[in-house]
């Protein structure tokens, strides 16, 4: 009988540790755009966000920390005409990173950007 009041709490115990394993946050940064790039194969764009913090525990030589694909993010051409015209006025722009680091693994994948 022992051994079934024990279940419960080990359950417990392993379900907290793998949550505090996972807990991992997206990053969003507020700044200007330094540099944009779209990739050779002519559907990545590269961003670098000046004196942002280094994204996917990563640092990129060439110092860019996002990244979203022309192809495969829907809002993707908006959202590289908002970072142009950003770019091109020196707004600030808000950049939300998804957590993720596929297109390129030193830059965080982009999930939206606003102009402030």
Excluded: W
Excluded at 18 to 47: N, P, W
């Amino acid at each position: 009988m022992k051994s079934n009041k024990l279940i419960p709490v080990l359950g417990i115990a392993i379900f907290n540790a793998f949550l505090s394993i996972q807990t991992v946050y997206a990053s969003s940064y507020a700044g200007y755009v330094e540099k944009l790039v779209v990739g050779r194969d002519g559907h990545q764009v590269f961003i670098h966000m000046k004196d942002a913090p280094t994204t996917c525990n990563l640092e990129h030589p060439l110092g860019f920390n996002y990244a979203f694909s022309l192809r495969d993010h829907e809002a993707g051409r908006e959202m590289l005409s908002a970072l142009l015209a950003a770019k091109m006025a020196g707004t600030r722009v808000v950049v939300q990173g998804t957590d993720a680091c596929t297109i390129s693994s030193d830059m965080e994948n982009v999930a939206y950007i606003y102009v402030l």
